[in-house]
């Protein structure tokens, strides 16, 4: 897993207003997905039973209707007066010119034309039925309030029946989902685990995962033996070029030493000692990023003597006058380390910010925490400065091989150290370790 992580000025761009954002989980997903159509199923379901069951009821209520209004008259004509019907929904009235109307009968309704109609009055729908016995004319009222009650408990059943319905089915989604999601999740945690060397194809998998498996199998053996090929590529070209250096430095120190050799030549041979020093410490430091620089050993560190004796190395080995170094860190705060990696990654550190700082000094903090090591230089510049962490990038002026900070990555990611890295304002650059594992004595 990758130790560096950006500063907060350099944070991944927020997701896009108008992007929909799904539930996370792919079983959730399916679990909404399925829960989805099944509503609008249900709900069309549902509508159309409305719609048959109101189309049912009319038809039962104009049969009702006209049977009622037959039976009526023909009682009418036998017994020679009204005869109403027995049923509470239903009204019958007998309307003769020049009489007034009945009591309850619309004046609207008495004026209708034979035949039947719905009618609306006072906020209730009325059937209605209207015949003609010579001179006379029979009124037949249905109230549908009765019919509108029962069509209102079938729908408030249908809602609470596809409401249950619903829940249930998105949790039997949900929990088939999650067996069916189980083996992926479980595939999942194998990649993610780096020291799971075993082969994914053998786990109890489906046969679309274990093809998945299969596929990553090979993928990881891949990526394995390339990078066992980089490793002795760079671990061979390192050894192969430390014994040629290693005399070509020695001649040039003999020669720089010879007492009759004019001065330009002894200025040629240190450069020639100052260059070779740098191939050597190239070839030392892609040996490290090709090894897996595991902490060797574990020991206290004093953390503000550990800085100044690598700063006096430093300054050492370099013929510039070095810029101040100011150490705000007390002097009994140690951690629990490898020295040689802590020496190794410090080094690095400042010396990146000697070559690219400015005039300023080079500030080295620790709260107890976090390392932190700042210059007043030109900074990372625009963009991403996680980029000045891979091997061989440099700054604008060149300097340097372009392996530091990424040595500065490698040992961190080694030792479970994080690594954080931004631009200061108003100029300058600031690298930041979290040490996960720091005590102060």
Not at 213 to 229: C, F, H, I, P, V
Not at 237 to 260: K, Q
């Amino acid at each position: 897993m990758d130790s560096v992580t950006a500063s907060p000025a350099t944070e991944a761009p927020r997701r896009r207003w108008w992007r929909p954002r799904w539930p996370s989980g792919m079983r959730l997903r399916m679990a909404v997905s399925v829960t989805a159509v099944l509503v609008l199923l249900l709900v069309a379901q549902g509508l159309a039973l409305v719609v048959l069951y109101e189309d049912l009821e009319d038809e039962f209520i104009e049969s009702t209707l006209n049977a009622q209004m037959n039976h009526s008259m023909a009682l009418t004509r036998q017994l020679g007066r009204l005869t109403g019907p027995q049923t509470p929904q239903m009204d019958l009235f007998l309307v003769r010119p020049g009489e007034p109307l009945p009591p309850g009968l619309d004046a609207r309704m008495a004026a209708l034309p034979v035949g039947n109609h719905e009618v609306f009055d006072a906020g209730r729908e009325y059937h209605v039925a209207v015949r003609q016995i010579d001179a006379d004319r029979l009124v037949l009222r249905y109230d549908e309030s009765e019919h509108l009650r029962r069509l209102a408990t079938v729908a408030t059943a249908l809602l609470l029946g596809t409401t249950l319905l619903i829940a249930l089915v998105f949790v039997l989604v949900h929990a088939i989902a999650a067996r069916l999601t189980g083996g992926l999740e479980d595939l999942a945690r194998r990649v993610a685990d780096a020291g799971d060397t075993r082969a994914l194809a053998d786990m109890p998998l489906d046969g679309e995962l274990r093809a998945v498996a299969q596929a990553l199998d090979t993928a990881r053996s891949r990526q394995a033996a390339a990078l066992e090929r980089e490793r002795l590529f760079n671990a061979n070209l390192s050894h192969e070029l430390r014994t040629p250096l290693a005399g070509i430095r020695s001649d040039a120190e003999m020669l720089s030493a010879e007492p009759a050799l004019p001065e330009r030549a002894r200025r040629r041979a240190a450069r020639i000692v100052s260059g070779t020093d740098r191939i050597t410490e190239l070839a030392s430091s892609l040996l490290l990023l090709a090894r897996e620089a595991r902490p060797a050993t574990r020991e206290p560190v004093a953390l503000r003597a550990c800085v100044e004796s690598v700063w006096a190395r430093l300054a050492d080995s370099v013929a510039q006058a070095p810029p101040p170094l100011q150490v705000e860190i007390a002097e009994a705060a140690w951690i629990e380390t490898d020295p040689t990696l802590l020496a190794l990654l410090v080094r690095n550190l400042l010396e990146n910010a000697w070559r690219h700082g400015g005039a300023g000094p080079v500030r080295v903090g620790w709260d107890g925490v976090t390392l932190t090591v700042e210059d007043d230089g030109p900074g990372f510049g625009p963009g991403d400065p996680l980029r000045w962490f891979e091997p061989f990038a440099q700054g604008g002026r060149g300097a340097g091989h372009g392996l530091g900070l990424a040595l500065v990555r490698h040992i961190a990611a080694s030792c479970g150290w994080r690594v954080r890295a931004w631009n200061r304002q108003p100029a300058g650059a600031a690298v930041a370790i979290d040490l996960v594992t720091p005590a102060l004595r």
